[in-house]
């Protein structure tokens, strides 16, 4: 029998104590998952920090099997927002005193679209006084590409590996030049070089995906020491060529539970990283979220996006009604945070501390 409170009491995990502690259920899990919000409340504190989300096209060049905006579905209509409405959705970011934003789209690489990030990250620049933190999530690009971004002004960066097993990942992609599992690590790589507080991170519960892919999948971030982690359950879309799993995947509950494991269980093993409660926990269970800040989470990013456009950004289904909450009464965020003895920290660009100190070590070599 392995005793689980020694475990817990451990400085280094090993894979194996990883399988373990993304096994556990019920009583065992909230055993796991207390001592991850412990941790997280000595390392970091209760704070939780926001990023206004604009999404801000779903044009998109790649076909992923999972995601309801791949190129081949054409029951989407398409669109991009105007500068002027993403420039619109940061002054409301501002007036919100949200600290930071967050662009994400489909991926695309033609000149039009790189000048336009680009010009769009030089004027939320200017029109904030450089107060706004900007975080991109557009996709692998040229390393020029993110260089040029980088030094315009945007500072952090979101990138999914979406899976660290390559054989998954090409049941998940298909696997041409535009989906290459190498090229995806290596965009990985590059936005650590320039210095970018890059983030990555994985969907839980995908078909053929087995608790070995996920250990794996977290020493992957403890290797490449990553300053943020995105990771979600993943949640089958009726019209995506993975739809035909849905049966045989872990139920809606299982994969929240598994995602709050995972999240519990990487806290543990880096203490002082930012951790997104992805509003694809929301979709499974109304407080979702809220779960997983008590997992060790301390990111939310709440929804920007003009109403009009946010059905037609349905890269998993009913997305659309979700990632909103009001500003003021009884379920406004600073009460949901309340409740769970957390806060938000307004107005902070809400860099994550494990980069702080990489920096500041680097900067004394
Ligand atoms: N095009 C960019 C950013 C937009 S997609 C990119 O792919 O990096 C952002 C994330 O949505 C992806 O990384 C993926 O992990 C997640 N996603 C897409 N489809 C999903 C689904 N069906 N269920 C859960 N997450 C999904
Ligand atoms: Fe495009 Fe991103 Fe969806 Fe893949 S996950 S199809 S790159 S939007």
Not at 97 to 107: L, R
């Amino acid at each position: 029998m392995v005793d689980l409170n020694a475990l817990l009491q451990k400085k280094s995990f090993s894979k194996e104590d990883l399988m373990l502690f993304l096994s556990l259920k019920d009583d065992e899990a909230k055993k796991l998952l207390n001592k991850a919000l412990e941790v997280k409340l000595r390392e970091i504190g209760n704070k939780v920090y926001l990023r206004g989300l604009i999404e801000y096209s779903n044009v998109c060049r790649k076909n992923c099997y999972y995601c309801g905006v791949r190129l081949s579905n054409n029951n989407v209509c398409r669109y991009s927002l105007s500068n002027e409405e993403v420039l619109d959705c940061a002054k409301r970011a501002m007036q919100l005193n949200y600290g930071s934003i967050a662009i994400q789209c489909g991926e695309r690489q033609d000149r039009n679209f790189i000048e336009n990030i680009n010009t769009l990250i030089k004027q939320i620049k200017k029109l904030s006084n450089n107060s706004l933190g900007i975080t991109l999530s557009c996709g692998e690009q040229e390393k020029e590409v993110y260089e040029k971004w980088f030094s315009s002004g945007a500072h952090r960066y979101l990138l999914r590996i979406e899976t660290t097993n390559e054989e998954l990942f090409y049941k998940i992609h298909p696997k041409d030049e535009k989906h290459s599992f190498q090229k995806r690590i290596r965009a990985i790589e590059d936005l650590i070089e320039i210095g970018y507080q890059t983030g990555t991170g994985v969907m839980i519960g995908l078909p053929f995906q087995e608790d070995e892919d996920l250990a794996n999948d977290l020493l992957f971030f403890k290797k490449m020491n990553v300053a943020m982690v995105g990771m979600g359950p993943f949640i089958p879309h009726n019209e995506t060529p993975l739809y035909k799993y849905k049966d045989i995947i872990l139920s809606d509950r299982q994969r929240l539970n598994k995602t709050l494991n995972m999240i519990a269980s990487l806290r543990l093993l880096m203490p002082k990283i930012n951790m997104v409660a992805a509003t694809a926990d929301q979709s499974i269970s109304e407080k979702g979220r809220e779960e997983a800040v008590l997992a060790g989470a301390n990111i939310i990013m709440p929804n920007l996006t003009p109403r009009k456009y946010r059905e037609n950004y349905s890269i998993y289904p009913n997305k659309a009604s979700l990632g909103d909450i009001p500003i003021e009464g009884e379920n406004s965020l600073d009460k949901r945070m309340l409740s769970i003895n957390h806060s938000i920290g307004y107005g902070f660009w809400g860099d994550s501390k494990a980069y702080t100190t990489q920096n500041e070590y680097k900067a004394r070599q």
